[in-house]
């Protein structure tokens, strides 16, 4: 399969307003999304829309929930003026782990047939049940890394005020995966963010090693942005709330937990 797991840390670090770093411990499927079936064939452990010890559901994904994300993904490329037929698009991203998963960011690789980076699929979610997806397109001017910026017009943190532009760099090697991304207002660099992931055999002895090394990586996700939240808040850094009009919508982790109920 060319479906892998993929092993490292990331990284955060703030430097407006007040100074902040964090580093964690992380791991992510790199899912080809021609082989989602193959890999719940050959990784018993791994089940698609349906409960399990992990699970991949396609309606995890994309802003209204996809019913096959594999076809999601190749028509919104075509909404881009893309001709994504025989491409391999590969995501990135957790998997529900006992039946909850929360993803702050997932990345779709989308190589042509030649194996080169045509598209990067940012799909970011926030707590408050929000997915938005940016979409990058190469410039064909790169020569060592995928390269392109994008304006943030999606809210995440309530740390960060709106404005802003994102410049995302994305490091496709045979045995590392890097993702950078900066964010900048009025050309300060504002929050760094980085992905360094380590290669590894997507098997049921690999999976079960990961669930002993990072035991609820998802239910730990969100418990830590909670937790660095706090201190943020503590410190007194500027929170800028939500805004929604009306009821907000029930935060992702609800979401979650009730769809692991049906």
Known sequence: MRSHLL???????????TSYALEHAVYYFALDLDELDEVTRRVPLIRRNRGAVVSFHDADHFPDGARDVAA???AHLRGHGLQ???????????????????????FYLCRD???????????VHNTHGGRHLYTLLTTGAELDAFSASMDKDFYVSP???????????VRDEPDELR?????????????????????????TRGLLWMLVRHPLITHGTIA?????ALRLFRRGVQFHPHGAYGR????????SGKEALR
């Open 7 to 17: 092993e490292g840390t990331v990284r955060h670090r703030r430097s407006k307003t």
């Open 72 to 74: 999601e993904v190749r």
């Open 84 to 106: 994504p037929d025989g491409w391999q698009i590969t995501l990135v991203t957790n998997l529900r782990v006992l039946g909850y998963v929360f993803n702050p960011a997932s």
């Open 113 to 123: 047939g030649s194996g080169r980076l045509q598209a990067v699929i940012v799909e």
């Open 159 to 169: 740390f960060i005020s709106s404005e802003g532009r994102y410049h995302v760099t």
């Open 179 to 203: 993702i950078g991304i900066n964010l900048r207002q009025e050309r300060e660099l504002v929050l760094a963010t980085s992905l360094v992931l380590a290669r590894r055999p997507l098997s």
């Open 224 to 228: 830590m942005i909670h937790w660095h």
């Open 248 to 255: 907000p919508p029930l935060p992702m982790a609800v979401r």
